[in-house]
């Protein structure tokens, strides 16, 4: 038989029985977990703003720059919203909360020990 370079070291090539499959760890997407244990790379600080676009006129506390991974991140937003009692949500590695509450959220980030501005 002749082996084809092209092909040697492709593994898998179909099955029905997974789904899809993601092409690093060749397990079902739903259970891959290669991308969830890669924290974000950042400069360190943390940037706090208030923005009002798009949201027709209502402010949200946006926060930016955390260099955790997406479960920590979740828990750190699920602690920013209950220290300013208001909702919101944490959307592509941003935490967004409910209102102007850009005081408030700097200063739980510095007790938390981020370098927060």
Do not use: F, W
């Amino acid at each position: 038989m002749k082996s084809n370079a092209k092909n040697a070291g492709s593994g898998l090539v179909y099955s029905t029985e997974l789904g899809r499959a993601c092409p690093q760890c060749r397990q079902a997407l739903t259970a891959c977990t290669c991308k969830a244990n890669v924290a974000p790379a950042g400069d360190g600080v943390v940037r706090v703003l208030r923005q009002t676009k798009g949201r027709g006129g209502k402010s949200v506390t946006v926060v930016k720059g955390v260099a955790l991974d997406a479960a920590a991140l979740a828990v750190l937003g699920k602690q920013l919203r209950t220290a300013c009692g208001s909702g919101g949500t944490v959307k592509d590695g941003v935490i967004e909360v409910q209102g102007d509450h850009c005081e408030r959220i700097v200063a739980a980030l510095k007790a938390l020990g981020h370098n927060a501005k």
